[in-house]
C-alpha cells in the first residue's frame, strides 16, 4: 500500500522534507519527476524558483493536477502521460538537469477510484491498470494457468497459501467471472483462521498489481535510462514501499558503488564499476511523527545516490533480477 494513502482522504508526499533536503544543494535546474501524482513533490520543487520540473506519470487521470501547475508556473513546468521507463525517448536537450526522482507505487486518488479495482472492498470488475497497459488482473485471474497463477502469487505476493487460493480460484472461474469481492472472499475462506494484521488480501493484490503494471521491469528500465540521462554529479532518489522495490533499488545503488563485488555469484568485474556515490548506505525512513499523522508511510524508504564520472553497463543487475522479469512477461 502507498504511503500517500489516509483514511482521512488527505494527501501527504510521504518522505517531502527528506527528499527536499536531499535535492536542494542541487538547486537551479531541471529535475524530473517520474511518478507525478497529484504533484505533492513537483510542486514543493517548483516553489523555488530557480527550478524546473519534468513529470510523468502513466494515469492520464493526473493530468487535472498537472494543469493546475501548468497554470501556476508556466514553462517552468511541463507534463508527459508516459510510463517512466520511456524516459529515454523524452525529447529533451540544454535543460541542465540535476536530478530524477521516483515516488513508488500508488495515489490515494488511484485507490479511491473504484474503476481501477485497487482497493479490498471494491465491487466491481477486477483491474488493477494504473494506465497504459497491455492487460488488467481480469485478464490474469480468468485467464492464467494454474501453475503460473501460484508462481505469481509467491514470487510477488510471497503467499504461503498460494496454492490453495489458485486451487479454489480455478474451481470458481469455471462457473462464473471472479470480480473484486469474489476474489477476497476466496482468499478469506483459504485463510480463516489466520490472525495477522494485515488484510489477508494484501499479498495476492500486491502480486497481481506488480504483474498487470509490469512494476519490476518498468523500475529495472527506468533507472537504468535515469543513470544514462543524468549529468554527473546529479542525483537519483527513489522511495519504495514495498521489499521487491526496495531489494532493486538497493542493489542498483550499492552494487554500482562499491569497488568490490556484492554477489559471489558474480565474476569479477573486468573494471571497477562505481558509477555512484553512496550518501548513506541505509535507507531514509519517515519519522515516528510522520508515521503517526500517515500511518501506510511506515513502508517508506528513501534511498538516492549521486552519479559519478564513471559508465556502467548494468549486465549484472539485469542478471540479478531476471527471474522477475521473466515471470513479468509470462502472460
Ligand atoms: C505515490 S504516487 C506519487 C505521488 C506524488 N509523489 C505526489 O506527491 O503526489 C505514484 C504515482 O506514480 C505513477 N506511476 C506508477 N508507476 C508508474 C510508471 N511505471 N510510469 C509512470 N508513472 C507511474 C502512478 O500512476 C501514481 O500516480
Do not use: W
Not at 22 to 47: A, H, N, R, V
Not at 130 to 153: I, P, T, Y
Request: glycine share 4%.
Amino acid at each position: 500500500m502507498n504511503a500517500t494513502i489516509n483514511l482521512e482522504n488527505k494527501h501527504f508526499p510521504v518522505l517531502l522534507n527528506e527528499l527536499i533536503s536531499i535535492i536542494s544543494p542541487l538547486y537551479g535546474g531541471t529535475f524530473i519527476d517520474c511518478t507525478f501524482g497529484q504533484g505533492g513533490y513537483s510542486e514543493k520543487i517548483l516553489e523555488n524558483n530557480k527550478n524546473n520540473i519534468i513529470a510523468l506519470d502513466r494515469d492520464k487521470e493526473v493530468l487535472k493536477y498537472a494543469d493546475k501547475l501548468k497554470l501556476k508556473y508556466k514553462n517552468r513546468f511541463k507534463f508527459y502521460n508516459i510510463k517512466f521507463s520511456q524516459l529515454d525517448k523524452l525529447k529533451i536537450q540544454n535543460i541542465n538537469l540535476r536530478g530524477i526522482i521516483f515516488d513508488l507505487g500508488y495515489s490515494l486518488n488511484q485507490i479511491k477510484n473504484s474503476q481501477k479495482g485497487l482497493s479490498f472492498s471494491d465491487t466491481g470488475k477486477l483491474n488493477m491498470r494504473m494506465g497504459l497497459n497491455d492487460f488488467s488482473a481480469d485478464d490474469v485471474v480468468s485467464k492464467m494457468d494454474e501453475s503460473n497463477l501460484v508462481k505469481v502469487f509467491k514470487v510477488f505476493g510471497n503467499e504461503t497459501y498460494s496454492k490453495k487460493i489458485v486451487r479454489e480460484i480455478v474451481k470458481k472461474r469455471k462457473e462464473q467471472a471472479i470480480k473484486t469481492q469474489d476474489l477476497v472472499q476466496i482468499i478469506d475462506s483459504v485463510k480463516k483462521y489466520q490472525k495477522t494484521k494485515i488484510h489477508n488480501s494484501t499479498k495476492v493484490f500486491q502480486a497481481l498489481r506488480i504483474l498487470v503494471n509490469k512494476e519490476i521491469s518498468e523500475l529495472i528500465d527506468a533507472l537504468i535510462n535515469s543513470f544514462n540521462l543524468i549529468p554527473i554529479g546529479g542525483i537519483m532518489a527513489v522511495v519504495t514501499f514495498h521489499s521487491i522495490e526496495d531489494k532493486i533499488v538497493k542493489f542498483f545503488f550499492k552494487h554500482y558503488s562499491e569497488q568490490k563485488n556484492t554477489s559471489r555469484y558474480f565474476p569479477e568485474t573486468k573494471y571497477s564499476e562505481r558509477c555512484f556515490k553512496l550518501i548513506n548506505k541505509k535507507p531514509i525512513l519517515p519519522s515516528a511523527d510522520e508515521i503517526k499523522k500517515n500511518p501506510p508511510s511506515r513502508s517508506a524508504k528513501l534511498r538516492y545516490a549521486i552519479k559519478t564520472n564513471q559508465n556502467c553497463e548494468f549486465k549484472e543487475f539485469r542478471e540479478k533480477f531476471k527471474n522477475l522479469i521473466n515471470l513479468e512477461d509470462i502472460i
